[in-house]
C-alpha cells in the first residue's frame, strides 16, 4: 500500500510538473502572439500615423493651395494606381458616369485598351466600328487624346476622354511600331453596334467562325451556326483582336469543345475562395479537329477559351502571343451615400494546367505572323491568271439575268476563297494545319 502511494505521488508529480510545463508553454506561446499582435497594432498606427502627417504636412506647406478633400483624392488614386492596372479610384464625377445607363447616348470608338508598361496600349479595335474603319490597330500606343497627355493617366481616365456624344470628332495621336513619327488619326464617335458571331466557308470540309467580342448573343450565335453547318469535317475558331467580354459566355464556348475537366478557375487571396468552372458532355456540339487563331488583340475571355482548348489539347493555337489580362475588377462602393468607389482587382484567372494569363498571355503552338502569304515568282503569275479567270467569268455573267448575279454575290460572301486564304497568312497556316489534323482523324 505504501509502494503504491509512493507510486502514485511520483505520478502525481509527473503529471503536475507536465501539465505545468503545458500551461507554460501555452502562456509562453499567448504572450508571443499578444507580442506579435501589439507589434502589428504599432505598426499599423505608425503607418497611419505617417500617411497622416505627409498629408496635413501637404494641406499646410504645398506651393498651391489644396483642400483636404484634393488631397486625399489624389491620394487614393496614387494608391489605386500603384496596385495595377486595372485598379483605380472613382470619385464622385467619374462614379456618376460609370452609373450612367442609357438615359444619356453615348458614343464610343469601338477599341479596347489597357495598360502595357505604363503606356496606354490599343488592345484591338472591334471590326466594323469607327476607330477600325480609321485604321487604329492592336499594339499601337496612344500618347494624346485630343489635346491631352495620356501620361500618367488612368485606364478609366482614358476611357472617359474617348467616349463622348455621337457624331463628334477625336483625335488620336499614337505611336505605332515600324513608323519615324507620331500618328495622329481622326474619327468620329458613333453607337457601337457589334456582329460577334459570324461564319463562312472554306472549301467544302471546314468551317470559319469568327467571334469578334464575347457579349451575352455568342453562345447562341455560335450554337447556331455549328448547328446549321451539318457537312464540316473541321473547324477554324477567330479570336484575332477579340478584346474579351462576359466570362459565362467564354466557359460557354470551351464547352462546345471540350467534354470534361475544368475550364478556368478563379483565385483570390485567400485560397479557400477559389472557384471553378467546369465542362459538361451534355453540352458538346464538336469534337471536330479544331484550330484557334489568336494574335496581340486576344485578351481575357479570348485568352480564357484559347487556353483551356490549348491545355486540354483540344485545339491547335496558331498566331502571335495574345495581350495577357486575366484578372477579376470589382467596383465597391467607398461612402454611406455610394457617390464613390473603387475599382479592386481581386482574383486571378488560372487554366486547366494551373498557369495564368496575367501578364503572361497565350503562347501558340505554331507561331504565325500577320500579312500576305510569301509566294514565288511563279505563284505570282498563278495566281494572277486566276484573277483573269474571275473576271472573264464576271464579264460572262453580265450577259445573264440581274437576279443570278446577285445570287453568286450573296453566296460569295459566305465563303472564304482561295485568294483571301494568300492575303491572310495566319489564316493559311491554320487551314493547312487543320487539313493536316482531318486527315489524320481518317
Not at 314 to 340: C, H, M, W, Y
Given at each position: 500500500?505504501?509502494?503504491?502511494?509512493?507510486?502514485?505521488?511520483?505520478?502525481?508529480m509527473v503529471?503536475?510538473?507536465?501539465?505545468s510545463?503545458?500551461?507554460?508553454?501555452?502562456?509562453?506561446?499567448?504572450?508571443?502572439?499578444?507580442?506579435?499582435?501589439?507589434?502589428?497594432?504599432?505598426t499599423?498606427?505608425?503607418?497611419?500615423?505617417?500617411?497622416?502627417?505627409?498629408?496635413?504636412?501637404?494641406?499646410?506647406?504645398?506651393?498651391?493651395?489644396?483642400?483636404l478633400?484634393?488631397?486625399?483624392?489624389?491620394?487614393?488614386?496614387?494608391?489605386?494606381?500603384?496596385?495595377?492596372?486595372?485598379?483605380s479610384?472613382?470619385d464622385?464625377?467619374?462614379?456618376?458616369?460609370?452609373?450612367?445607363?442609357?438615359?444619356?447616348?453615348?458614343g464610343?470608338?469601338?477599341?479596347?485598351?489597357?495598360?502595357?508598361?505604363s503606356?496606354?496600349t490599343?488592345?484591338?479595335?472591334?471590326?466594323g466600328?469607327?476607330?477600325?474603319?480609321a485604321?487604329?490597330?492592336?499594339?499601337?500606343?496612344?500618347?494624346?487624346?485630343?489635346?491631352?497627355?495620356?501620361?500618367?493617366?488612368?485606364l478609366?481616365?482614358?476611357?472617359?476622354l474617348?467616349?463622348?456624344?455621337?457624331?463628334?470628332?477625336?483625335?488620336?495621336?499614337?505611336?505605332?511600331?515600324?513608323?519615324?513619327?507620331?500618328?495622329?488619326?481622326e474619327?468620329?464617335r458613333?453607337?457601337?453596334?457589334?456582329?460577334?458571331v459570324?461564319s463562312?466557308?472554306?472549301?467544302?470540309?471546314?468551317?470559319?467562325?469568327r467571334?469578334?467580342?464575347f457579349?451575352?448573343?455568342?453562345?447562341?450565335?455560335?450554337?447556331?451556326?455549328?448547328?446549321?453547318?451539318?457537312?464540316f469535317?473541321?473547324?477554324?475558331?477567330?479570336?484575332?483582336?477579340?478584346?474579351?467580354?462576359l466570362?459565362?459566355?467564354?466557359?460557354?464556348?470551351?464547352?462546345?469543345?471540350?467534354?470534361s475537366?475544368v475550364?478556368v478557375?478563379?483565385k483570390?487571396?485567400?485560397a479557400?475562395?477559389?472557384?471553378?468552372?467546369?465542362?459538361?458532355?451534355?453540352?458538346?456540339?464538336?469534337?471536330?479537329?479544331?484550330?484557334?487563331?489568336?494574335?496581340?488583340?486576344?485578351?481575357?475571355?479570348s485568352?480564357?477559351?484559347?487556353g483551356?482548348?490549348?491545355?486540354h489539347?483540344?485545339?491547335?493555337?496558331?498566331?502571335?502571343?495574345t495581350?495577357?489580362?486575366?484578372?477579376?475588377?470589382?467596383?465597391?462602393p467607398?461612402?454611406?451615400?455610394?457617390?464613390e468607389?473603387?475599382?479592386?482587382?481581386?482574383?486571378?484567372?488560372y487554366?486547366?494546367?494551373?498557369?495564368?494569363i496575367q501578364?503572361?498571355?497565350?503562347?501558340?503552338?505554331?507561331?504565325a505572323y500577320?500579312?500576305d502569304?510569301?509566294q514565288e515568282s511563279?505563284?505570282?503569275f498563278?495566281i494572277?491568271e486566276?484573277?483573269?479567270?474571275?473576271?472573264l467569268e464576271g464579264?460572262?455573267e453580265?450577259?445573264?439575268?440581274?437576279?443570278?448575279?446577285?445570287?453568286?454575290?450573296?453566296?460569295?460572301?459566305?465563303?472564304?476563297?482561295?485568294?483571301?486564304?494568300?492575303k491572310?497568312?495566319?489564316?493559311?497556316?491554320?487551314?493547312?494545319?487543320?487539313r493536316?489534323?482531318?486527315?489524320?482523324?481518317?
Amino acid at each position: 500500500m505504501k509502494s503504491f502511494l509512493v507510486s502514485f505521488a511520483l505520478l502525481f508529480m509527473v503529471n503536475t510538473q507536465a501539465l505545468s510545463n503545458s500551461v507554460n508553454e501555452l502562456e509562453t506561446k499567448s504572450d508571443i502572439q499578444s507580442i506579435d499582435e501589439n507589434e502589428d497594432t504599432q505598426t499599423r498606427f505608425d503607418s497611419l500615423s505617417k500617411l497622416t502627417k505627409v498629408i496635413g504636412t501637404v494641406e499646410k506647406y504645398y506651393v498651391d493651395d489644396l483642400k483636404l478633400q484634393e488631397i486625399v483624392d489624389k491620394t487614393l488614386k496614387g494608391l489605386m494606381h500603384e496596385l495595377d492596372a486595372h485598379s483605380s479610384y472613382m470619385d464622385k464625377k467619374y462614379f456618376k458616369e460609370m452609373q450612367i445607363q442609357t438615359d444619356g447616348e453615348f458614343g464610343g470608338l469601338g477599341i479596347t485598351v489597357g495598360m502595357r508598361d505604363s503606356a496606354l496600349t490599343v488592345i484591338s479595335p472591334i471590326e466594323g466600328t469607327p476607330a477600325d474603319k480609321a485604321g487604329v490597330k492592336s499594339g499601337d500606343i496612344i500618347l494624346k487624346i485630343d489635346e491631352q497627355s495620356t501620361l500618367n493617366i488612368t485606364l478609366d481616365e482614358a476611357v472617359g476622354l474617348m467616349r463622348g456624344k455621337p457624331k463628334t470628332p477625336i483625335v488620336l495621336t499614337i505611336v505605332r511600331k515600324g513608323e519615324n513619327k507620331p500618328i495622329s488619326i481622326e474619327i468620329i464617335r458613333d453607337i457601337i453596334k457589334i456582329q460577334s458571331v459570324y461564319s463562312k466557308k472554306i472549301g467544302d470540309d471546314i468551317l470559319y467562325l469568327r467571334v469578334t467580342s464575347f457579349d451575352k448573343k455568342v453562345n447562341e450565335g455560335l450554337k447556331k451556326a455549328i448547328q446549321n453547318h451539318k457537312t464540316f469535317k473541321g473547324i477554324i475558331l477567330d479570336l484575332r483582336n477579340n478584346p474579351g467580354g462576359l466570362l459565362t459566355q467564354a466557359i460557354d464556348v470551351t464547352d462546345f469543345f471540350v467534354s470534361s475537366g475544368v475550364i478556368v478557375s478563379q483565385k483570390g487571396r485567400d485560397a479557400s475562395s477559389e472557384e471553378k468552372f467546369t465542362a459538361k458532355s451534355a453540352t458538346t456540339l464538336s469534337k471536330a479537329p479544331l484550330v484557334v487563331l489568336v494574335n496581340g488583340g486576344s485578351a481575357s475571355a479570348s485568352e480564357i477559351v484559347a487556353g483551356a482548348l490549348q491545355d486540354h489539347k483540344r485545339a491547335i493555337v496558331v498566331g502571335e502571343k495574345t495581350f495577357g489580362k486575366g484578372s477579376v475588377q470589382v467596383v465597391l462602393p467607398i461612402n454611406q451615400d455610394k457617390t464613390e468607389g473603387i475599382k479592386l482587382t481581386i482574383a486571378k484567372y488560372y487554366l486547366p494546367s494551373g498557369r495564368t494569363i496575367q501578364a503572361t498571355g497565350i503562347t501558340p503552338d505554331i507561331i504565325a505572323y500577320t500579312g500576305d502569304v510569301p509566294q514565288e515568282s511563279d505563284s505570282e503569275f498563278k495566281i494572277k491568271e486566276a484573277d483573269l479567270k474571275k473576271h472573264l467569268e464576271g464579264e460572262l455573267e453580265k450577259v445573264n439575268h440581274d437576279v443570278k448575279k446577285k445570287e453568286v454575290k450573296t453566296e460569295k460572301s459566305d465563303v472564304i476563297t482561295k485568294e483571301d486564304l494568300f492575303k491572310d497568312n495566319q489564316l493559311k497556316t491554320g487551314v493547312d494545319i487543320l487539313r493536316s489534323l482531318i486527315i489524320l482523324e481518317k
